[in-house]
C-alpha cells in the first residue's frame, strides 16, 4: 500500500483544513487508519484514528471536538477535517495504514505510511 497525503498550507488561528490520504496498491478497506503528527522539535504523535468501515473513530483530547477522521472505501481516501486550528496543531501531519481493522493508537503497529503534509496555524 502507497499513501499519499494532501491538503496541508497555511492557515489562520481558528480556520479549517481538510487533509487527505490517498492509497493505492493493495485493498485499502480492511484496513484501520491513523492520523498522526510531529511538530517542531517534538515526538510524532497520535491525532485520529477509524477502523475499517468508518464505524469506530477515536481522537487524541488536544483535538476532540474540532478534527473529525472519516474515510471512503470506494476511493480508497481518508480524511480529516480540522476546524478551529490553534497554532498548536501547527506540525507535520503522517497518515498511516495497519494490516488490521481495528483501531490502534500505537504509531509502531502501524505499517504503511504516507509523507507527511504541513499545517502551519498562524495566531
Known amino acids: 500500500v502507497q499513501l499519499q497525503a494532501s491538503g496541508g498550507g497555511l492557515v489562520q488561528a481558528g480556520g479549517s483544513l481538510r487533509l487527505s490520504c490517498a492509497a493505492s496498491?493493495?485493498?485499502?478497506?480492511?484496513?484501520?487508519m491513523g492520523w498522526f503528527r510531529q511538530a517542531p522539535g517534538k515526538e510524532r504523535e497520535f491525532v485520529a484514528v477509524?477502523?475499517?468501515?468508518?464505524?469506530?473513530?477515536d481522537y487524541a483530547d488536544s483535538v476532540k471536538g474540532r478534527f473529525s477522521i472519516s474515510r471512503d472505501n470506494a476511493k480508497n481516501t481518508a480524511y480529516l477535517q480540522m476546524n478551529s486550528l490553534k497554532p498548536e496543531d501547527t506540525a507535520v501531519y503522517y497518515c498511516?495504514?495497519?494490516?488490521?481493522?481495528?483501531?490502534?493508537?500505537?504509531?509502531?503497529?502501524?505499517?504503511?505510511w504516507g509523507q507527511g503534509t504541513q499545517v502551519t496555524v498562524s495566531s
Open positions: 477509524i477502523n475499517w468501515n468508518g464505524g469506530i473513530t
Open positions: 498511516a495504514a495497519r494490516r488490521r481493522s481495528e483501531v490502534a493508537y500505537n504509531q509502531r503497529v502501524y505499517d504503511y
Open positions: 496498491g493493495r485493498t485499502f478497506s480492511g484496513y484501520a
